[in-house]
């Protein structure tokens, strides 16, 4: 059964405080590994996505990466509108259209000034 | 690009009422679409997979007489919670996918049912 999760539960950071967010796997094959952010009452927002390990992908002040084993979710210098949950997710067999997401339990970020 | 939108945004209804939730992929076209189901501080549960033009593969113990999906062209989908109940409350979300297998969450569905 695949497996995702997620480290640490909550984080708590000063404004401009770097830190990284932890996801680990298990899957029986990885087709990719989405990040999502999603923002309290709303849906998730699409942020990354990895297919191979060593990939890395940037966007602002966040930066993606994976292994063949976890992905690791670097933010440098948050701001307080980087306040959110930070959702991962792995894709895995069946490929095609019964391909399905499995979600972790998330990170809840705080940023404080 | 790859816009997702629901209706409504929130909805309150009387026990043994049947309510209809509305997701449309705004600029692209969604050969698949899927519904999910999120409690408060808990991730997203996946309730069912719609592929347009079939029937929808629900999951595990997702009742399928009592969540209604349609998936009736490759911009639309709807998810019907049918005499629902208090115990149906909660947040539901639906995703589209594009054919490069990311999925673009809508802004949820906020459901209570008195």
């Known amino acids: 059964e695949d497996q995702v999760t997620q480290s640490p539960e909550a984080l708590r950071l000063q404004e401009g405080e770097s830190s990284s967010l932890n996801c680990s796997y298990t899957?029986?094959?990885?087709?990719?590994l989405f990040w999502y952010r999603q923002d309290p009452g709303k849906g998730p927002e699409f942020l990354f996505t990895?297919?191979?390990a060593g990939e890395e992908k940037e966007k602002e002040r966040l930066k993606a990466t994976l292994t063949k084993k976890e992905s690791f979710l670097h933010i440098t210098a948050p701001k307080p509108e980087d306040s959110a949950t930070y959702l991962c997710a792995v894709q895995a067999p069946p490929f095609g259209t019964a391909s399905k997401l499995t979600f972790g339990t998330g990170t809840r970020l705080q940023v404080t000034l | 690009g790859a816009v997702v939108s629901q209706h409504p945004s929130w909805v309150i209804c009387k026990s043994g009422t049947s309510v209809k939730i509305e997701c449309r992929s705004l600029d692209f076209q969604a050969t698949t679409m899927f519904w999910y189901r999120q409690f408060p501080k808990q991730s997203l549960m996946l309730m069912a997979t719609?592929?347009?033009?079939?029937?929808?593969?629900?999951e595990q113990g997702v009742e399928k007489d009592k969540f209604l999906i349609n998936h009736a062209s490759l911009t639309l989908s709807t998810l019907t919670v049918t005499s629902a109940h208090p115990e149906d409350s909660s947040f539901y979300i639906c995703s589209a996918r594009l054919m490069t297998d990311t999925q673009y969450f809508g802004p949820g569905t906020r459901l209570t049912v008195l």
């Open positions: 719609s592929n347009e033009g079939s029937k929808a593969t629900y």
């Open positions: 899957v029986s094959g990885l087709r990719g």
């Open positions: 990895l297919y191979s």
